[in-house]
């Protein structure tokens, strides 16, 4: 099993950053990718950032040149800088990583993000 803890969250005013982290332990084996998602109430969850064993990042287009996503996918760290925060990126944020000899993925509990305007 794996489990993935995360860590960072907060409250910050609009314009403000804060930095996401997220720790994988267990048995940790085969990553594929790292990356973070996000959910607001009401709304399905989605990609923010990822990145892959290879080095290679993905991002989604609302948050393309405000966050930037690091870390070492073998080892099962992943980092999210967030910057130039607004207040529609107030969500709870998960950790996920996809394990491609393990078949699945796992999920972190959630960090809240809230920017006030």
Known sequence: QVQLV???GGLVQ???SLRLSCAASGSIVGVHTMGWYRQSPGKVRELVARIFSGGSEDYA??????????????KGSVYL??????????ADYY????????GREFWGQGT??????
Request: charged share 20%; aromatic share 10%; proline share 2%.
């Open 14 to 16: 609009a314009g403000g």
């Open 6 to 8: 995360e860590s960072g």
């Open 81 to 90: 800088q967030m910057n130039s925060l607004k207040p529609e990126d107030t």
């Open 95 to 102: 950790c996920n990583l996809y394990s491609w000899s393990k």
């Open 61 to 74: 287009d609302y948050v393309k040149g405000r966050f930037v996503i690091s870390g070492d996918v073998a």
């Open 112 to 117: 809240q993000v809230i920017v006030s305007s």
